[in-house]
C-alpha cells in the first residue's frame, strides 16, 4: 500500500505561481510512477503530468505543457509539480497519484486526497 498527502494548492492570481507537493509513505521502495490530476468543477478528471521513479520520462498534459514542471525527490519520497502563468482555467482539486495501471495517461492505483487551486482573474 502507498499513502499520498498533497499539500501547497492555494489561491493565486492569473499569472502566478504555486508548488504543490506530494510526499508518499507505506511502500516506498518500489520504482513506480508518479504524477499529477485534476478535476474542476463539472467537468471530468483529467491528467496533468507524469513522471518515472528516475525522472528520465515526463509526460504531460497539451494545456500545461511549457507552463508546469514535474518533479520528485526519491529521497524524500516526494513529488512536486512547479505550475507557472496559471490561468483561471487551471482552478480545480489536483490529485497526486502513484503506480500507473497500463497507460500513464489514464489510470493509477493510488490516490490523494487532493489540494484546491484556485486562480483569480
Known amino acids: 500500500q502507498v499513502q499520498l498527502v498533497e499539500s501547497g494548492g492555494g489561491l493565486v492570481q492569473a499569472g502566478g505561481s504555486l508548488r504543490p507537493s506530494c510526499a508518499a509513505s507505506?511502500?516506498?521502495?518500489?520504482?513506480?510512477?508518479m504524477g499529477w490530476f485534476r478535476q474542476a468543477p463539472g467537468k471530468e478528471r483529467e491528467f496533468v503530468a507524469a513522471?518515472?521513479?528516475?525522472?528520465?520520462?515526463?509526460y504531460y498534459a497539451d494545456s500545461v505543457k511549457d507552463r508546469f514542471t514535474i518533479s520528485r525527490d526519491n529521497a524524500k519520497n516526494t513529488v512536486y509539480l512547479q505550475m507557472k502563468s496559471l490561468k483561471p482555467e487551471d482552478t480545480a482539486v489536483y490529485y497526486c497519484?502513484?503506480?500507473?495501471?497500463?497507460?500513464?495517461?489514464?489510470?493509477?492505483?493510488?490516490w490523494g486526497q487532493g489540494t484546491q487551486v484556485t486562480v483569480s482573474s
Open positions: 497519484v502513484a503506480e500507473n495501471r497500463g497507460s500513464v495517461f489514464q489510470d493509477y492505483n493510488y
Open positions: 507505506g511502500r516506498t521502495s518500489s520504482r513506480y510512477v
Open positions: 513522471s518515472t521513479w528516475s525522472g528520465g520520462r515526463m
